[in-house]
């Protein structure tokens, strides 16, 4: 017998080792089994490399690659920066349209972002002009906000300055046809005196107007309540200006004049005189004390006002010697509106130059310039404070107020008031007081507060007529001017002014006009000043029956009489 073949022998031991009793052909030599294993493991990585940086699927790769391959593969992975990879394999590349970064870490973690579809459009980027221009809209709205929030809060400041004071009583049972006037605005505006010449006034109301808006629109009234105006004045707490408080109860007192009520019991009483007189329920109070107008104005540094005529007190002096706008500071602005003896001193007048101080002052205060000065609102704010005090009316209504009142007239709207006088008396009684005409009174107060016509007596007073001498004047002139004729010129324009002429003499060189008077020429001597801008009051306490016109050089021209014409403020 044959011995057995060595070959079939160790097939199967072969096919005994796989326990499945075949062949299974597997002729392959180990190294090439390890290099096909190395081969799988490129692949693996390739793979992970694709699903790093690839977008989408990776095109279609060879089943498999050689052992050197392989080894390529592996050499090249590890000496190659991976974002540079692509570059180089000899498979066709990814397209990438995103700029080319590190992966992220989560990208390359489980569950992270999902990656950009391919074909993704970069995102836009601004050239620079357009990134300027938002950088430029962007800081020009902070400008405008900031700028915004540092008006409202100098506004805010101005407002916080006026005063407020006591001084309401809407429930009085003095009101009448309280559901009639239900919505109508009445605000009673007081001028407090300052002390004229350093000499204290014994009543510190000047002028008082009510002024009444119904409710139902039509026509603003402003109806002037005169200080000597015979009232009686009902029970009062005291008030104590200085604090603003109010203390123990002073009682009625009746034949008194209206001014005593500010005096005794300050606004709440004057309210209630008001209101009692008319039947009309205050909505609103306001003070403009002239002691205080100097801070006012001069912490807005000066104001400019128009005055139709020249302004010339008897006691102050030339205040304004000429017409127009002028510039006023604190001081001058105080004598301006407090002159009194001269012929523009009518209660319309009177209240018309108050209220335009206060004006200019105020709407300088509130204007947008001095709103955004650092620094100015506090100013203006403490000089409100030294000038006005208000109940139910805050600065802003006080502004329009004011405006209005300087240009009251004979026609009125609704900004700008007609000015009425309350019905009184041409000469005052024996205790130097107006006395109400009471008939003409009831039927003015009642078409006020029903909202009537007014009545045909109601007329506004003539508050720009001329100054005419008392009939009989006789002014004695003394030429010190050094220039023949300059006298004679004067004598001709005081003629045409209705003033008669006695001497004319000449005296001693003299700088300026004087006008020399004994106590009884004292309202003379007022409106003679008045007709001769520049010119200077000098009393003569101890002459009688005296008035005197000094002509004097001056520094320029003469001094000339004033024309009959008035400048157009309105």
Request: charged share 20%; aromatic share 2%; net charge negative.
């Amino acid at each position: 017998m044959a011995p057995p073949s060595t070959a079939g022998t160790r097939t199967t031991g072969a096919a005994g080792s796989t326990g499945s009793g075949r062949d299974t052909g597997d002729t392959r030599d180990p190294g090439d089994a390890d290099d096909t294993g190395a081969a799988r493991s490129g692949r693996t990585d390739d793979a992970a490399e694709t699903g790093r940086t690839g977008a989408g699927a990776a095109p279609p790769r060879p089943a498999r690659r050689g052992a050197a391959d392989s080894r390529v593969t592996e050499v090249f992975d590890a000496l190659v920066p991976r974002r540079r990879r692509r570059r180089y394999r000899d498979d066709p590349p990814v397209e990438d349209t995103t700029t080319a970064q590190e992966p992220t870490p989560e990208a390359d973690a489980p569950g992270g972002a999902e990656p950009a579809p391919a074909g993704t459009p970069p995102p836009a980027r601004l050239d620079p002009r357009a990134r300027a221009l938002r950088i430029g809209a962007a800081a020009a709205a902070v400008l405008v906000l900031v700028t915004t929030a540092y008006g409202f809060a100098g506004r805010s400041e101005v407002h916080d300055g006026v005063r407020d004071v006591a001084a309401l009583a809407r429930e009085s049972d003095a009101i009448l046809d309280a559901d009639v006037q239900a919505g109508d605005r009445n605000v009673l505006v007081l001028g407090l005196q300052a002390d004229r010449a350093g000499t204290a006034e014994s009543a510190r109301t000047d002028t008082a107007v009510l002024v009444h808006r119904p409710a139902g629109g039509g026509p603003a009234v402003t109806l002037s309540i005169p200080a000597t105006l015979e009232v009686s004045r009902p029970p009062c707490r005291r008030f104590d200006a200085a604090t603003g408080t109010y203390g123990d109860t002073v009682p009625a007192e009746s034949r008194t004049a209206f001014a005593t009520a500010y005096d005794v019991g300050g606004p709440a009483c004057s309210v209630g005189v008001v209101q009692q007189l008319t039947g009309m329920p205050m909505s609103g109070f306001v003070a403009l004390d002239l002691a205080g107008t100097p801070q006012l104005v001069d912490a807005v540094g000066g104001i400019q006002v128009c005055t139709e005529r020249p302004v010339v007190d008897p006691v102050l002096g030339p205040v304004v010697e000429g017409s127009g706008t002028v510039e006023l500071d604190g001081p001058t602005a105080v004598r301006f509106a407090s002159a009194a003896g001269t012929a523009d001193s009518s209660p319309a007048n009177r209240v018309r130059r108050q209220q335009r101080v206060l004006a200019a002052a105020l709407g300088d205060a509130l204007s947008t310039a001095s709103l955004l000065t650092p620094g100015a609102p506090g100013r203006s704010a403490a000089g409100v404070s030294s000038a006005l005090s208000a109940d139910g009316a805050d600065a802003g209504e006080i502004l329009t107020l004011a405006r209005g009142l300087a240009r009251s007239g004979a026609a009125g709207d609704a900004d700008t008031p007609v000015f009425l006088s309350v019905p009184v008396t041409e000469t005052p009684n024996t205790r130097g007081q107006l006395e109400l005409r009471r008939s003409e009174a009831r039927t003015l107060f009642s078409a006020l507060r029903e909202h009537e016509p007014l009545p045909e007596s109601a007329t506004a007073p003539a508050s720009r007529s001329a100054a005419a001498p008392a009939p009989g004047t006789v002014v004695n002139l003394v030429d010190a001017t050094g220039r023949p004729g300059a006298a004679d010129r004067i004598a001709a324009d005081l003629r045409e002014r209705g003033y008669e002429i006695g001497t004319v003499t000449p005296g001693p060189a003299a700088p300026g006009a004087q006008v020399r008077y004994s106590p009884d020429n004292t309202d003379a001597a007022g409106t003679l000043v008045e007709a001769l801008p520049g010119a200077r009051p000098v009393p003569d306490p101890t002459g009688s029956r005296v008035l005197e016109l000094v002509v004097g050089a001056g520094d320029a021209a003469p001094v000339q009489a004033v024309p009959s014409d008035d400048t157009d403020c309105d």
